[in-house]
């Protein structure tokens, strides 16, 4: 995930960027915004100082923009199209219209408040992470609260949180900021910088190998870039993905339970196996799916696709108690050290099988594949970082398949 830069764009100079782009004619994208020709000079000299990079073109009786400038205005569209849904969904909840738009009159430093409160759980820590005053911080984000007409924060000093609403606000505040950030990567990828960052959200399966191969051939195309790999539930994962936080999960997909704003991507098939120590009582012929209630299990956690696969191969465990977890290197150590049996791909525990820890067991699954591949948002635009880990995932899975 691309970082928001300290010094952030005034977003009405982003507006009337895209007005001179549209229109062909900085005077006419002045009266748009409602700002003097030398104002309107004014905010384009600034945008490129801050990208350090020449925005316009210009020639007798027309504009253009320079390849940067497509760069500028494209993701300056995309972050002002977040800030337009999050109105919209604000309006939708039928409590009252907003007062204004986010996108005509919130700051970049508003929404950075407010964006920052809502990742760190509070105004003295986002403080902290800004290098700001607390009261600057608060004061900043419920300015907001006046620009939409609705409040966005409930209860006392305290136990403060977001509404509903805020929480929507916030998310959306996040994905405007990020588009801005983006801009900033891009340019120095067009300059041949690659020194960008990702944020890859794992789960399971991912982890062991699928993940890592794909990071490695990134890292030797670009040495300078920053990886992050990020393991968490699902649950987890998707809000970070749905803020910005993370830039793509990697992972058994959820279909339509993945919820809309979520586009999901094949990788390959893959099959589930019922697993244990080597040795394991149950390790010497044809197992019987009431053979399995004989001994603990270590299952994957409930919203998984594996976990319900589980659930019909066993009936949900009867009443036996079971240990719960996400994490590889746990199911692992309780395995070797019991007779517990678990439900898991044998891709994720290759090294143990072809070391002869573990084993699985004879018993034929149905209806026992999940489908591996990525989650991202809807419509997003990756940087040349973030397609060639995809291109990876790409290769890596098509040999796994």
């Known amino acids: 995930m691309a970082e928001p830069p300290d010094d952030l764009p005034n977003l009405r100079h982003l507006r009337l960027f895209e007005a001179a782009v549209r229109l062909g004619s900085l005077t006419m994208a002045s009266d748009v915004v409602h700002v003097s020709q030398p104002a309107a000079s004014q905010a384009v000299a600034r945008l490129e100082k801050l990208f350090n990079q020449r925005l316009l073109n210009r020639s007798p009786g027309r504009i253009e923009p320079t390849p940067a400038g497509v760069i500028v205005n494209n993701r300056s569209l995309r972050a002002m199209a977040h800030l337009g849904e999050a109105a919209r969904r604000v309006a939708a909840r039928g409590r009252g219209q907003p007062g204004g738009s986010l996108e005509r009159h919130a700051t970049a430093a508003q929404l950075r408040a407010l964006s920052t409160y809502a990742e760190a759980g509070s105004f003295s820590a986002a403080a902290r992470r800004l290098g700001q005053t607390e009261p600057a911080v608060q004061r900043a984000a419920r300015e907001i609260e006046h620009i939409l007409g609705l409040p966005l924060f409930e209860g006392v000093q305290h136990n403060l949180r977001l509404t509903p609403a805020g929480e929507t606000v916030a998310q959306f505040s996040a994905l405007a900021l990020k588009e801005i950030a983006l801009a900033h990567e891009e340019l120095r990828e067009m300059a041949g910088v690659f020194d960008g960052r990702i944020v890859i959200g794992t789960l399971p399966l991912s982890r062991t190998r699928l993940v890592p191969e794909a990071v490695v051939q990134v890292m030797q195309a670009f040495p300078d870039a920053k990886i992050e790999i990020l393991d968490g539930t699902y649950s987890s994962l998707i809000r970070s993905l749905r803020t910005g936080a993370c830039d793509v999960i990697v992972g058994a997909l959820r279909g339509k339970d993945c919820g809309q704003g979520v586009t999901e991507q094949p990788l390959f098939l893959d099959s589930l196996a019922i697993v244990a120590r080597a040795g394991h009582p149950l390790g010497q012929g044809r197992v019987a799916p009431a053979d399995l209630l004989k001994f603990p299990w270590v299952l994957p956690r409930k919203d998984s696709p594996a976990r319900g696969v589980f659930d019909r191969v066993v009936g949900g465990g009867g009443d036996r108690g079971y240990i719960e977890t996400g994490s590889l290197v746990a199911l692992r150590g309780v395995l070797l050290a019991s007779d517990a049996v678990s439900i898991i791909s044998p891709r994720q525990v290759d090294y143990e099988l072809r070391q002869g820890l573990l084993t699985t067991l004879d018993l034929p699954l149905t209806d026992a594949t999940r489908v591996i ?24 899975g098509g040999a796994d398949a």
Do not use: E
């Open 373 to 396: 591949g990525t989650s991202l948002l809807a419509g997003v635009q990756p940087t040349a970082l973030l397609s060639r880990f995809l291109a990876a995932l790409d290769r890596v």
